[in-house]
């Protein structure tokens, strides 16, 4: 992998993605938004049932509605999908490159541009689930104007704040621990 500005002699250290089962959670809450329909119709028809409406109703009117509301979690879905893969930290031996996913069409670069800069790097696994599967965030804090790199739920954060840790030392010129 290499960008238009990488330097000579940079070289990626670590590609770092949202944890697979983050997209997995997403998934299943969308799968059962999906049923939703299914439940809803039936109940609503007796509802509708019960009184006399004023309104007489179509016979494809809940097909209708069902199918719309397939196609926009088939779009949630998608939407989804983008965002955790197109979602990347890209740690070199000389910076820090953060590629957030914003919606279809658009994309937030940042980029810490020396390691030296970094003051602290620290990694929080956040619940049950996060210290079992080891997903977590890494918080990079600088000294720069922007002041704080945050990963949500990466995979695997200690190994990352590990090559995080390496790199900057390898940077300042210090022995790097084992």
Not at 23 to 36: A, E, S, T
Not at 62 to 91: C, E, K
Not at 107 to 131: C, H, P, Q, Y
Request: aromatic fraction near 16%; avoid cysteine; hydrophobic fraction near 50%.
């Amino acid at each position: 992998m290499r960008l238009k500005d990488f330097k000579p002699d940079e070289k990626v250290l670590v590609v770092a993605r949202h944890h697979w089962f983050v997209f997995f959670r997403d998934v299943i809450g969308i799968l059962l938004l999906f049923f939703v329909p299914f439940f809803a119709l039936p109940v609503l028809s007796i509802f509708i049932q019960a009184g006399t409406p004023t309104i007489p109703i179509p016979q494809g009117f809940g097909f209708f509605f069902a199918s719309l509301w397939a196609l926009l979690l088939w779009q949630m879905l998608f939407a989804r999908w983008t965002d955790y893969y197109y979602d990347i930290w890209i740690v070199t031996n000389w910076r820090i490159i953060d590629i957030e996913q914003k919606g279809f069409f658009n994309r937030d670069m940042a980029t810490l541009l020396n390691l030296d800069k970094i003051e602290d790097v620290s990694t929080r696994l956040n619940s049950v689930i996060g210290n079992l599967l080891t997903f977590g965030d890494i918080q990079v804090q600088t000294a720069a104007a922007h002041r704080e790199f945050v990963f949500k739920e990466a995979a695997d954060p200690l190994k990352i704040e590990k090559i995080i840790r390496r790199a900057q030392e390898e940077r300042l010129g210090l022995k790097p621990h084992a």
